[in-house]
Antibody, heavy 122, light 110 residues
Framework: QVQLVQSETEVKKPGASVKVSCRAS????????ITWVRQAPGQGLEWMGW????????NYAQNFQGRVTLTTDTSTSTAYMQLTSLKSDDTAVYYC???????????????WGQGTLVTVSS | QSALTQPASVSGSPGQSITISCTGT?????????VSWYQEFPGKAPKLIIF???DRPSGISNRFSGSKSANTASLTISGLQAEDEAVYYC??????????FGGGTKLTVL
């Protein structure tokens, strides 16, 4: 069965960076994309960006341009999300989700990781 | 990109039907077939229940149905059950090749 297993909780200081991993299993990793979504405490869902595991193409939300980098390692079926210059309002649960390998059809997020809590506090 | 507009809360009694609306613009809901709905329980990851406006993933009850008219998508849950109590989010692909979510609707089963 399809599974996305994310790395553990992180606690960071303002200004630091965080890198969250997402290991996929149960499907051909390079045939899909990975979308990252975050959810601040008590808030709704926010789309951060997408990467194709097929051709490494990326598309980022304007709110995160310049601060977020998405990568994949097809040899280990793992996706990564790095967020830099962390602020307190980056405190959130970060989810990786499976999506289409081409951006034109990447609007459906059919499987979700368990989420990684990132806390930014001095 | 502004969030899609959903009611903050809806409620219904067991056995009834409820509908949750999701309003966007011609640049997202109105212009795209990639409208999805997700169900979220407290402390759990969201789960896809409707994709491409009206399709259900395998294993999702046919009590859940989706539709769209112009810039508004809708999720209908029929035969409401206590286990349906959750937060529901809509999302849409946009003309900028991004995804925008609604603010979420909390469903209370009375």
């Amino acid at each position: 069965q399809v599974q996305l297993v994310q790395s553990e909780t992180e606690v960071k200081k303002p200004g630091a960076s965080v890198k969250v991993s997402c290991r996929a299993s149960g499907y051909r990793f390079s045939s899909y994309g990975i979308t990252w979504v975050r959810q601040a405490p008590g808030q709704g869902l926010e789309w951060m960006g997408w990467i194709s595991a097929y051709n490494a193409e990326t598309n980022y939300a304007q709110n995160f341009q310049g601060r977020v980098t998405l990568t994949t390692d097809t040899s280990t079926s793992t996706a990564y999300m790095q967020l830099t210059s962390l602020k307190s309002d980056d405190t959130a649960v970060y989810y990786c989700t499976r999506s289409h390998p081409f951006i034109e059809a990447a609007g459906t997020l059919d499987f979700w990781g368990q989420g990684t809590l990132v806390t930014v506090s001095s | 990109q502004s969030a899609l507009t959903q009611p903050a809360s809806v409620s219904g009694s067991p056995g009834q039907s409820i509908t949750i609306s999701c309003t966007g613009t011609g640049s997202d809901v109105g212009g795209d077939k990639y409208v999805s709905w997700y169900q979220e329980f407290p402390g759990k990851a969201p789960k896809l229940i409707i994709f491409e406006v009206a399709d259900r993933p395998s294993g999702i009850s046919n009590r859940f149905s989706g539709s769209k008219s112009a810039n508004t998508a809708s999720l209908t849950i029929s035969g409401l059950q206590a286990e349906d109590e959750a937060v529901y989010y809509c999302s849409s692909f946009t003309t900028k090749k991004t995804v925008v979510f609604g603010g979420g609707t909390k469903l209370t089963v009375l």
